[in-house]
């Protein structure tokens, strides 16, 4: 095996993993489709190992390629960290992948970048927004540095550490009778419909473990993908929803909803994820630190 890899391969690699096509990664790469694919080759015959499974006309990561990934990943993070180095202001350097899902992503991380901007005159910070299970995904194929989560994922190749909490709360229509009701009981609850987030969310993760088991009776009116759709479908009166007070704030505030005063703890941790094999740049490192001194 040829140790002469050099940089521009493992980009090419990386890009690939990304991608999962030779024409996507070579539109990145501003490079022709034919020179995106000799060093793929190159790479894969020094190395003396195919990288990818051809699937379909994607390129799917193999287990070799899984075992390059993450090398690939620090030499490239390092590379960049030669700037930190080198300058004399020490100002952070480097693109800054974020994932957080739906609360975190539209009601948090907004404030808590403007405020790291701030404190650290750093501005390179992608943001994807989705839910926890596509967050997760992300991060273990190396496309996220970091995942900011709602709910507690025990998954083999991430670290998870908590930096905040919300709280949740069962949401109705003025409309609806309970809403004159200055408490309820779970009984209160029996046969009624509900709006919920799709699979993966951690909305409906929180309730199912926590509101779902003290109902007997009860049914899935709608599953949505968006907060702003299941507020609106409980303001109609399309039934009960279960969401952060974070994300019911400003329709609670407009009198579109109102919050249900029910017998339960609906506390719920904040997360943050990396992958166990990340290399964790200086950049990454402020920025979970920060994380985790951030006051809302």
Not at 53 to 79: S, T
Not at 115 to 121: A, D, E, L, P
Not at 131 to 137: H, R, V, Y
Not at 237 to 262: E, M, P, Q, T, Y
């Amino acid at each position: 095996m040829s140790s002469h890899i050099t940089l521009k391969q493992l980009r090419v690699f990386t890009i690939i993993t990304q991608l999962k096509t030779i024409t996507a990664a070579a539109d990145k790469l501003y490079l022709s489709k034919a020179a995106v694919s000799m060093t793929l080759s190159e790479l894969e015959k020094q190395l003396g190992h195919a990288l990818f499974d051809r699937v379909n006309n994607r390129l799917i990561l193999n287990q070799e390629g899984q075992k390059l990934l993450p090398f690939a990943d620090e030499l490239l993070h390092r590379l960049d960290d030669l700037d930190h180095v080198f300058n004399d202001q020490q100002t952070l350097s480097g693109q800054l992948h974020i994932g957080a899902s739906d609360t975190i992503g539209n009601q948090v991380v907004p404030y808590l970048l403007s405020q790291f901007r701030q404190q650290y005159q750093h501005y390179d910070q992608s943001l994807f927004i989705s839910n926890s299970a596509l967050i997760c995904q992300k991060l273990v194929d190396y496309e996220l540095d970091i995942g900011l989560i709602e709910g507690k994922t025990i998954h083999p190749q991430l670290m998870s550490q908590q930096f905040s909490q919300d709280e949740m709360c069962v949401i109705c229509s003025p409309a609806h009778p309970l809403a004159q009701q200055e408490k309820v009981a779970m009984t209160d609850f029996e046969q009624s419909e509900w709006i919920l987030r799709e699979a993966g969310s951690g909305s409906r993760e929180f309730f199912l473990r926590t509101v779902a088991p003290r109902i007997e009776q009860w049914h899935e009116a709608f599953e949505l993908n968006t907060t702003e759709a299941i507020i609106n479908c409980v303001s109609a009166n399309l039934g009960f929803a279960c969401l952060s007070k974070l994300a019911a704030h400003s329709a609670v505030a407009d009198g579109r909803v109102k919050i249900l005063n029910v017998p339960l703890d609906m506390k719920r941790r904040f997360w943050i994820l990396v992958h166990k094999e990340k290399y964790q740049s200086p950049l990454l490192k402020h920025f979970m630190e920060f994380c985790h001194h951030w006051d809302k």
